[in-house]
């Protein structure tokens, strides 16, 4: 791994990278009100930006992702293979939605989305700077974000996915952002593409080309395929804790006989209250974790009349009680709720295993 050098004048530098000169001049100017707390330097590709980052000190990197010689993609795994204490801001013409729910799980990588103001660009700069003081990031992104970027840009890659915990390589092949195949081991298609994503360790790299002989071996989109390896990975650990408590149970059934006990005396049965809708979403989180970007629980009385005609709905179709409900919006992340007095309500990722999130709602009711 390289080593960033130190910078002798103790300021902090930015590098922005983009192969448009008059956009790199305006970024320049627009971030000079802040020369007090970072200096700005710039590259029009990711091979010069490389080239200054072996010999500045660096503490952000801003970059483009479609640009000559070396795109956006390349430097980002370069930065992250080489000077993982270095977050990187990618600029991309996407919306907000989707750079909101990649930005949750990249760890230390940001996005822009194109056009953006000096007042957005400078809040993310300050923010990663400030955590740089604070102790460092490490600059790491994850296999399936990384594929949604090559999607988004539509670009015609080979990617190559090494686990750290075995030997095995993954291929993933793109044409013109569409993912057409993926090979891992003796495994093609779609449960290749499974067995990829659920790498959660891995060194990745890309080639920008991809074999004419390429067919289309996989029949779903790369958003499909991110939410069925998500399901499945939650199965599996889901199927694994089962295993542990039948485990458990045995061991248990087997122990040595225990002399008899004084019988106890008789108790009066005591009726179990049902759990709070908060209670039930707390359960949630404990069973399934934050890493899948449940957030914070909270009651909102504007939502209140949207639980109501959810109730409303569900006994006009016969269908029983509603018991849990999960509503999709555009701009916004989704919400999962729990009806009660009040009403619970949670934030949660578009990547969330809902199927699972309803089961336990289903159960605790």
Request: hydrophobic content about 40%; aromatic content about 6%.
């Amino acid at each position: 791994m390289s080593e960033n050098k130190i910078n002798q004048t103790g300021t902090k530098q930015v590098l922005i990278v983009d192969n448009n000169t008059d956009l790199l001049m305006s970024i320049k100017e627009g971030l000079g009100r802040f020369r007090s707390q970072f200096s700005v330097l710039l590259a029009g590709d990711g091979k010069k930006a490389l080239d200054i980052l072996k010999k500045e000190s660096i503490s952000v990197v801003v970059s483009d992702v479609k640009m000559p010689k070396m795109n956006g993609l390349e430097l980002l795994l370069n930065i992250t293979n080489e000077y993982p204490d270095i977050p990187v801001i990618i600029m991309t013409a996407y919306g907000r939605e989707e750079l909101e729910w990649m930005a949750r799980r990249s760890g230390a990588v940001a996005f822009i989305g194109k056009p953006f103001s000096m007042r957005d660009l400078s809040t993310k700069l300050l923010s990663l700077l400030k955590q740089e003081s604070d102790g460092g990031v490490i600059n790491s992104i994850a296999v399936g974000v990384f594929m949604q970027l090559a999607e988004m840009e539509e670009m015609t890659c080979t990617i190559r996915v090494r686990s750290d915990i075995n030997s095995t390589t993954g291929v993933v092949f793109f044409k013109e952002g569409q993912l057409m195949d993926a090979r891992y081991g003796s495994k093609v298609g779609e449960d290749a593409i499974f067995m990829i994503m659920a790498l959660e360790q891995a060194k990745i790299e890309i080639q920008n080309s991809c074999s004419a002989t390429v067919q289309a071996r996989i029949g779903m989109g790369l958003q499909a395929v991110l939410l069925e390896a998500m399901r499945l990975k939650d199965e599996l650990a889901s199927d694994e804790s089962e295993k542990n408590d039948e485990v458990r149970a045995v061991k248990e059934s087997i122990s040595p006989p225990q002399p008899p006990a004084a019988r106890p005396a008789k108790k009066v049965p005591v009726r179990k209250k049902k759990p709070t809708a908060k209670r039930i979403l707390q359960a949630i989180q404990k069973k399934i974790g934050k890493k899948i970007g449940i957030g914070q629980i909270y009651a909102d009385r504007d939502w209140e009349h949207t639980v109501t005609l959810a109730l409303k709905v569900g006994g006009f179709f016969n269908a029983g009680p509603l018991q849990c409900g999960y509503i999709s919006r555009t701009n916004e992340d989704p919400v999962f709720f729990i009806p009660g007095s009040p009403s619970a309500l949670m934030k949660v990722d578009r990547m969330s295993p809902r199927d699972r999130m309803f089961n336990i709602a289903r159960q605790l009711k």
